[in-house]
C-alpha cells in the first residue's frame, strides 16, 4: 500500500510521467512492495528552494507505506529514486529531498487494514 507523491519545481510531460510511474513501480520492491497497490501522484511546476534557491531542478519525494521496512530497505529505494530523476528528468540526486512515512493504519476499499 504505498504512496509516492513527487513534487519537483519542473514541469512534465505525459511521456515523463508515465516513465517515472512505470520505474517507481519497479523500485516499489525495494521496500518489499509491489505495484499492484503502488499510486503514484505528481505535482509539477512546484514553488520549492533548497539553500534558498531554486535556479536548478528541485524534487521533494514522499513515500508513504503501509508498515515498515528495514533501513538497508529505505537506503536502496532512495538511490533508486534518485536515479529514476535524475535519468528521467534531470534533476540531480543532491537535489532531491526523499521522505518516508511508514503507517499502521492504512484504509481501502470501504475499509482499513
Not at 516499489?28 to 534557491?53: N, Q, R, W
Not at 524534487?59 to 533508486?80: C, H, I, N, Q, W
Not at 534518485?82 to 543532491?94: F, K, T, V, Y
Request: proline content about 5%.
Amino acid at each position: 500500500m504505498p504512496f509516492i507523491n513527487t513534487k519537483t519545481t519542473l514541469s512534465m510531460t505525459q511521456e515523463q510521467k508515465t516513465a517515472v510511474k512505470q520505474r517507481f513501480g519497479e523500485a516499489v520492491t525495494c521496500l518489499g512492495k509491489s505495484e499492484s497497490f503502488l499510486m503514484v501522484g505528481f505535482e509539477p511546476t512546484a514553488d520549492l528552494y533548497f539553500k534558498g534557491d531554486n535556479s536548478q531542478p528541485l524534487a521533494f519525494v514522499e513515500v508513504k507505506l503501509f508498515g515498515d521496512a528495514s533501513p538497508s530497505a529505505y537506503d536502496r529505494m532512495t538511490d533508486a529514486v534518485c536515479s529514476i530523476l535524475q535519468e528521467e528528468l534531470g534533476i540531480s540526486p543532491a537535489n532531491i529531498y526523499v521522505q518516508y512515512s511508514p503507517c499502521d493504519h492504512w484504509g481501502w476499499n470501504g475499509r482499513n487494514f
